[in-house]
C-alpha cells in the first residue's frame, strides 16, 4: 500500500527561525528512510520514494500496490494550493514537478507512485485552468504591479521610480524588468544599498536630494520606505504633471495631497492590501470547485490503477497457463 508521512510549519513552536525548520525537516527525511527501509522488503534494492518540499511543509510518499483515496486526496490538495498558506498558491505545482522528475532520475518508483503523481500535476493543471484558485496578486508587491497593468500601461514605455531598498522593492524591480519594463530607477538615502540592489540589474540610482530631476522623468512612482517622515510632497509635482503614484509605504511616503492634482492617481497601502484582499476572497470562493476536480481524478487515478490490476492479473494468467503447458508436453515427450 501506499503510504506519505508529512511535517509542517503548523507543527512547529512559535519563534522557530528558518535555520531551525531547515534541521527539523531534514532530520525529518532522514528518520522517515530508515523507518521504510526497516520495512522495505528488499533491502538490496533502492527504496522507492519520492520526497516533497514546498514552501511550509516536508512529506514523503513510499509503498506499492493500492493507493488509498486519502494519500491521493492530500497529494491533490497539497498541488492544488488547498493546503498552502495562501490558497492557489503557484509555486506548489513546480514543486510537485520537480520532486517527482528528481526521484524518478535518482530511483526506480512502484507504478502505484509513477500514477499518483502523474494525476497530482494533471489535478494541478486542471484546477489553475477551470477555476479561479490562483486569481490575482496575494502580495503587495505584486498587487502594486496588478494595479499598473489595470491602469493598461506599456511598461515598456514607462519611466518607473522606486524609491526604497528593502525585501519588497527588490521583488518590484525584478518584477518589472521580468514584465518587460526598460526605464527603471531606483531612489534611495543610502547610495551603497541602492548600487547594491541595483547594479545588476542594470538600473541608474539617484540619491533623494535628486527627486525633482528624477520626478521630472518619472510617470509612474512606487515608494516603500520606513522613513518616518513624508518623501515626496504635493508642492514636488508640477501641476500638471501625469504620474501613477503607489504608495507602499507605512506611515505614509507620499502626501495625500497628491490625489488633488488633476493628472495624478495616487494609491496607498490601504488601496493595495484592499486588493489583496479581494483577491483572496475570489479564490477562496473557488475551493468547492476544485475539490471537485481533485475527487474526479481521484475516480479516474482509481480506475486507471485498476485497469492496469487487470492487465497484469491475464498476463500473469498467460504465463501460468504457459508454463503449465510447456511442462505437460516436456513431461510427454519424457515418456515417449
Not at 543610502?190 to 525633482?212: R, W
Amino acid at each position: 500500500m501506499v503510504h506519505y508521512k508529512s511535517i509542517d510549519q503548523n507543527q512547529f513552536a512559535e519563534g522557530t527561525n528558518i535555520k531551525e525548520q531547515e534541521k527539523v525537516f531534514d532530520d525529518f527525511l532522514q528518520e522517515s528512510l530508515l523507518e521504510i527501509k526497516g520495512s522495505h522488503i528488499n533491502n538490496h534494492s533502492p527504496i522507492p520514494y519520492i520526497f516533497l518540499k514546498t514552501c511550509n511543509r516536508s512529506e514523503i510518499y513510499y509503498g506499492e500496490g493500492e493507493v488509498p483515496d486519502e494519500v491521493a486526496r492530500h497529494l491533490f490538495r497539497v498541488v492544488a494550493g488547498l493546503e498552502s498558506a495562501i490558497i492557489g498558491e503557484r509555486a506548489v505545482q513546480g514543486q510537485v514537478k520537480e520532486a517527482y522528475y528528481t526521484a524518478k532520475d535518482q530511483r526506480p518508483l512502484t507504478a502505484e507512485l509513477h500514477r499518483l503523481f502523474q494525476s497530482a500535476l494533471q489535478v494541478g493543471k486542471r484546477v489553475r485552468n477551470e477555476t479561479e484558485i490562483s486569481h490575482g496578486a496575494v502580495s503587495h508587491s505584486l498587487a502594486a504591479l496588478e494595479i499598473i497593468e489595470d491602469g493598461n500601461i506599456d511598461l515598456k514605455d514607462a519611466r518607473i521610480t522606486i524609491i526604497g531598498v528593502n525585501k519588497l522593492t527588490a521583488d518590484i524591480l525584478k518584477f518589472l524588468q521580468n514584465k518587460g519594463a526598460k526605464m527603471v530607477f531606483l531612489a534611495n538615502r543610502s547610495q551603497i544599498k541602492a548600487h547594491y540592489l541595483a547594479d545588476p540589474l542594470g538600473i541608474k540610482v539617484y540619491t533623494l536630494d535628486e527627486k525633482q530631476e528624477f520626478l521630472s522623468k518619472t510617470d509612474i512612482l512606487i515608494s516603500a520606505t520606513s522613513a518616518p517622515h513624508l518623501i515626496i510632497r504635493k508642492e514636488d509635482i508640477p501641476e500638471q504633471k501625469s504620474l501613477l503614484a503607489i504608495d507602499l509605504a507605512f506611515p505614509r511616503d507620499i502626501d495625500s495631497r497628491l490625489s488633488e492634482l488633476p493628472n495624478v492617481l495616487l494609491y496607498n497601502i490601504r488601496d493595495v492590501e484592499r486588493k489583496v484582499r479581494e483577491n483572496i476572497e475570489v479564490r477562496g470562493a473557488e475551493v468547492d470547485k476544485a475539490e471537485a476536480i481533485i475527487e474526479e481524478e481521484i475516480q479516474e487515478m482509481q480506475e486507471a490503477l485498476e485497469r492496469r490490476k487487470k492487465f497484469l492479473e491475464v498476463k500473469n494468467e498467460e504465463r501460468r497457463v504457459k508454463k503449465q503447458r510447456s511442462a505437460a508436453e516436456g513431461k510427454a515427450n519424457s515418456i515417449a
